[in-house]
């Protein structure tokens, strides 16, 4: 070449590749590390298939259902006609209890869920919800933790928290008590689905019930309930008015991906190594994303035995605390390790997915110590199918898990994002 062009040799390539950032080195590293992770595991991965005539037959059950037997009443969704035994009255009575006692914070939420699979490993819901809920407790004390007061006043802390707590609350209000109804069909050895309207749930959920007690479709079932979840509150929480303004439409909430409040991990233990498998939603204030995300994290859970059976070895080994500690010690302490400093004199702690050499883990506070518990209000009335009418059955359908499904290295990268915004300065404050 003449003398305008470049010449490589030797020493010119090593002086470019040592001026490449570390951060980039990283991610390639991270990146490819996945790769190679995520294709090891695609001859396993197993779909979560809908059989097409139990859709059929679950669209026939709700065609057929009388119009007065769906209606609205005063206070509530639906109420029977007929009368209530004795026995039934106190067997409706003794769930109202029992979710109350379990609905206190996410700590008893969580554990109710797992309790309730031990039991019925047929009801993939509450699995999939206890490792959900999970993350639900580890977004409310990372509130209360090492970096996110340093981005949120306490005021948005405090709006942030009311609302995660409140749809985390409605969830488990409507959900427990059919799993527990549920349960109590199982010991009778027969449906007692009759009493859902007694418990203010949708109309749409007793013909699942019912076709699920005959043919045992666990998926189908897991899929209706998310449906039915994430439609529950959609008016309460999503287009609350309260909610919308104060967190869903503000500026800090927006950028969900900054605050990490998009990432749904599921820790799961492959040998003697911790992963987190997931997704990221990308918008949480829209209905269908919801309930596509739920599809596809059931399609994960359940669908790749490596994170299955992990998941379970964690679940069962792991306490619940919602402290980030509990599935990444090395990172996160429940323990506060140095006093709050000045933001003038943070200094950076992470180096990809490790410490830096002498840095402190980062304060990841129990629950117990970040939060009281908060009562939850009795929900707004209504049911969300008198509007809907059968149009949701479309979201029932047979799902593959994503081919990227480990999420050890993206949440590594959120966990350095929040870290820079926070040496960076103020930014809603």
Known sequence: MGDGGFRWNGMDLLQKLTEIPQELVHWVKGKTATLLYESSQLNSMQGIHIQHKHVAALRTLIKNMHEPAIGPVKGGTVASVTSLTASDQALVQRIREDTAHHNRNNLTRTSAYLNMFKSHPELHWAFLAHMVSRNGGWNMTDLRGEMLPYLLNEAQIGNVFALLERANGLIFHDAYPQLLLYSASRRAASPLFYLLPHLQVSVFMRPVWELFWVQSDSALLTQALIVNEQHYIEQRIIQ?????????????????????????????????????AGLILENFKNLFERIETGKKLYAILFGVPVVYEGAKRFANSRLHTASRADYWPQLFSSVRQTAPVPRGLLKERLDGCRLKPGASPLYSPKLAYAWHNYAVDPPEPGDWFEHDRGRCLSYLASVQPPFSFEMTHEHCLGLNKIELAVLAGDIWK
């Open 240 to 276: 609350h008015p309260t909610y919308r303004d104060l967190v869903l439409n503000t500026l800090f909430f927006n950028a969900q991906s900054l605050l990490q409040l998009n990432q749904v991990v599921l820790p799961y233990v492959d040998g003697n190594k911790m992963h987190l």
